[in-house]
């Protein structure tokens, strides 16, 4: 069974300021995807990143970066310099191969991200 | 703007009532899925649908009913639902359905059962 872990529920920073979302996960497949998606107030589930298995490079996209670290089971995302528009809920998401998409999307309870301006 | 659009945006309805969600995506996906989101609660798989054919049924109750006329639409059909019910339903479409592809999802409808 897969299970995604985001134990932050919810975050409150001050505009400009650094912000990092925690994302744990367990899988027993060895080829696996991860995702993070962003929820704005208007109700759609925005795609950020995608990043398999085999890939522990870090990625950086603008203000965003993603920490993938196979050892601890995580993938971290971080925005610098935090803006108000940045205020949504965020979801990690895993998708195994065993599952071969028949069982979507496995996903976190979300962090709700609060940008103080 | 994902390309996957879903009507009503906002739905109230009584227990004995009978309604039909609707979602549609122009991005020439061939995979559908409905989700529900409920407060505090992770995204639930509820059916996927690849190529018009119906592929997973995650336990969902029968007074949920999906139908997928071709790639493009989506429906849900709701009867007789339970308060409990009440959450965001999403839609979503991906290019096929296969673990390693994004899903690119609706605004979802806010369903209200009273």
């Known amino acids: 069974a897969q299970k995604v872990t985001q134990a932050q529920t919810e975050i409150s920073v001050v505009e400009k300021e650094d912000v990092t979302l925690d994302c744990v996960y367990e899988?027993?497949?060895?080829?696996?995807?991860l995702f993070w998606y962003k929820q704005p107030p208007s109700g759609e589930l925005v795609f950020l990143i995608r990043r398999n298995s085999f890939d522990e490079q870090n990625e950086i996209s603008g203000r965003y970066s993603w920490n993938f670290q196979k050892s601890t089971s995580s993938f971290n995302f971080t925005i610098t310099a935090s803006q108000v528009v940045d205020s949504a809920v965020y979801f990690c998401a895993l998708s195994g191969s065993s599952g071969g998409g028949a069982d979507g999307l496995t996903f976190g309870k979300g962090t709700h991200l609060i940008i103080q301006p | 703007e994902t390309g996957v659009t879903q009507t009503p945006r906002h739905l109230v309805m009584g227990m004995t009532n009978k309604k039909s969600l609707k979602c549609e995506q122009h991005?020439?996906?061939?995979?559908m899925y409905w989700y529900k989101q409920s407060a505090k609660k992770p995204l639930e798989l509820m059916f996927v649908?690849?190529?018009?054919?119906?592929?997973e049924n995650n336990s969902v109750p029968s007074r949920f009913s999906p139908e997928c006329p071709n790639s493009s639409h989506l429906f849900l059909h709701l009867h007789t639902l339970q308060p409990e019910d009440s959450a965001l339903y999403l839609c979503a479409s991906s290019q096929e359905k296969a673990f390693n592809t994004e899903a690119f999802f609706g605004q979802g409808t806010r369903l209200t059962v009273v």
């Open positions: 991005l020439g996906h061939n995979a």
């Open positions: 649908y690849n190529f018009k054919e119906q592929t």
């Open positions: 899988t027993r497949d060895t080829t696996y995807y």
